[in-house]
C-alpha cells in the first residue's frame, strides 16, 4: 500500500482510516517504489528509533512521500545536516548543540516568549475581530524566539517562513527553497564570523566550518518555527472544535499535561517521519526487515496506541500519561528543542485563553482549510472571533 493522508473534514484531528487496523509492522510503498514498512504500534516504533541497527543517514532511507534532501537524492548528507547522520558524526555535532538547549537555558526564555505573546495578543485586540489566528499569533512566537536564539533577523521572517513551508509541501520545489536557505543562511554565518553576537550561531563559529554551520542553522531555523507554529494552530483548532478550555486548573502542572496530551492527540509529523534504515537484517514486532529496507513511522496512530493508551481516540486535556507519546521522537535522535517547543506551546496557549476567554471559530469547523499534502499537518489559516464590548 502508499501511505494514506488524507484526513476527514468532519473528524481532522484522527488518523487517515486507511491507517487504522493495520498490523504493527505493514508493508509500504515508498514514493519511489521501494517496498518498506511501516510502523504503526509505540513499542515497534520505540524499537526501529531505538535500535542502532537502523540508520538515519537520508542516502540508505527511501521517503513515503517526495520531499527534497539536502545534498541531493541517494547522496549523503552535508556536512552539519545532523539529523540525516548516524553516530559518531551525529554525536559530535549533538554535544556542541545540547548545551543550548538545556532545561534552565529553556527557562530563561520563558520571560520573552510571555512578552511576545502579549505584544502579538494586543495586536490582535487593537485589530479585533476576526483575526486568522496563523498569522496574527501562531506563526509569529515561534519564529521570533528562533530567530533571536540563532541571531537570524526577525525581518527576513517573509522570506524563510515561505522558504521553509516549500520544505515540508510536496508539490513546491523544495530543492531551490534549500540552496536559497543555504545561500542566506551561509551568508549570515560569515557576517557573524566578523561580527559576532550574543546568539547560538555566533557562539558555534569557533567550533565549525562555514558549510557545517549553515546546515546547522538551516535545521535548527525550520524545525524551530514550522512545527511549533503548526501545533499551536491547530492545538488551538481542536480546542475550540471540541468545546474544552485550556486553563490553568487547580492541579499543579494541569498545562503542562495538556500540551502533552494535544502533542500525542494531534501528531502534526504525519507523513511517515520519521524513518529509518535497516544496516542488517533485524525482527522487528514478528517481521524480518531485511538489510537495506526503510521503516518509516505513522506517529497519528502510534501516539493513540491503545497498548499504551485508555481510550487513546479521546482528547483528555487531564492525561496524566500523555507524556509518553513519540511526538519528538525516540533515540539519540530525539528533539532538540523540545524543552523549547513546550514553554511556547503552554505559553501560548494559555495566553491566548487568558486575554479571549469567549474565543471561537470565525467559521463553521468544516470550512477551516488543512494541510493534507504537506509533511506537517495543520492549518492554513484558521479565522477566529471573540466577544467585544462596544
Known sequence: MRLPIERNQECPFDPPAGLRGLPPMARLEMADGHQGWLATTMAAARTVLGDPRFSARQELKHTAMPVARPGGPARPAPPGFFAATDPPEHTRYR????GQFTLRRMRLLEPRIEQ??????DAMAKAGPPVDLVTAYALPIPSLVICELLG?????????????????????DGAQATADLTAYLGELVRRKRVEPGDDLISGLTGELTD??????????LVAGHETTANMLALGVFALLKEGLPFE???????????????LRWLSILHQGAPSRAALEDVEVAGELVRKGETVALSLPVINR?????EDPDVLRLDRADARRHLAFGHGVHQCLGQQLARNELRIGYRALFERFPGLRLAVPAAEVPLKHDASVYGVRCLPVTWPTID
Open 95 to 98: 554535544r556542541l548543540l545540547t
Open 116 to 121: 511576545i505573546a502579549a505584544d502579538h495578543l
Open 152 to 172: 537570524v533577523p526577525y525581518a527576513d521572517h517573509d522570506f524563510f517562513q515561505d522558504r521553509s513551508a516549500a520544505l515540508v509541501t510536496p508539490d513546491r
Open 211 to 220: 558549510e557545517e554551520l549553515t546546515y546547522v542553522a538551516l535545521i535548527l
Open 248 to 262: 490553568e486548573g487547580p492541579v499543579e502542572g494541569a498545562v503542562e499535561d495538556a500540551v502533552e496530551e494535544l
Open 305 to 309: 496506541d491503545e497498548a499504551v493508551f
